[in-house]
């Protein structure tokens, strides 16, 4: 039934997205902006507590998502200035077929330690040159012309039982968050909010990230 409703829901942004420049001095509502997760998901298999002292920031995405491609350039902008506080990582999600393929290549990439060279040379590969790297030969091959050995890569991605275990508990967190829609963050694992949410606003939607962060950053000092 989840994996339905996200289809139908990744169906809906796949349509053309009316943005709204939002006054950047608007309140920031929850049920509006953001949505609070129930208490529940922190006990939901996959779900492990923020590192000691910082706050966590959770962006679930694809490689193959068009509105995650866009949002990229603010999300990089923000995380050159993130706050040192702030512990953030990414979750690749699979809504759609061979998704899973992209899903790997993240994780073989940080395996391999060049998630943040390799990131954004697969988005501009696939939503900018329209690359197909939806099987593993030509992302093998993608991979060695950025200078990964094809060996490494063959031993990461089809061989290594810790990206087994990062992919299962990809999916859990998706299932735990009530991820139905990318590219959507959770802050801490209370809050979500998304690109929709922000009708279509990426600075709008970080705005609100760090909203939520100076949130929680009240509630830990107390």
């Given at each position: ?21 939002a ?13 609070i ?16 002292g ?28 993130k ?20 899903a790997?290549a ?12 390799i990131?954004?040379a ?14 593993a ?86």
């Amino acid at each position: 039934m989840l994996k339905l409703l996200s289809k139908m829901l990744w169906v809906i942004l796949l349509l053309p997205v009316v943005v709204f420049a939002a006054d950047a001095n608007a309140p920031i509502t929850a049920g509006k902006e953001y949505q609070i997760i129930p208490p529940a998901a922190a006990n939901a298999p996959g779900v492990t507590a923020p590192p000691k002292g910082k706050i966590q920031v959770l962006e679930f995405f694809s490689y193959g998502c068009p509105w995650c491609f866009k949002f990229e350039p603010f999300l990089e902008a923000w995380l050159a200035q993130k706050p040192a506080d702030v512990a953030f990582d990414r979750v690749p999600v699979v809504f759609e077929q061979n998704w899973d393929v992209y899903a790997r290549a993240y994780y073989t990439a940080k395996d391999l330690g060049v998630v943040d060279k390799i990131t954004p040379a697969i988005f501009n590969a696939i939503q900018m040159q329209g690359a197909d790297l939806s099987n593993a030969a030509t992302l093998s091959q993608f991979f060695v012309t950025q200078g990964v050995a094809a060996k490494d890569f063959d031993s990461a991605y089809n061989f290594s039982p810790g990206i087994d275990a990062q992919l299962m508990r990809s999916d859990n967190l998706m299932r735990a968050y009530g991820i139905v829609e990318i590219p959507t963050l959770v802050i801490d694992g209370k809050y979500r909010t998304s690109v929709r949410m922000t009708g279509g606003d990426n600075k709008r939607l970080l705005q609100v990230v760090d909203y939520l962060i100076a949130q929680e950053r009240n509630a830990l000092k107390k």
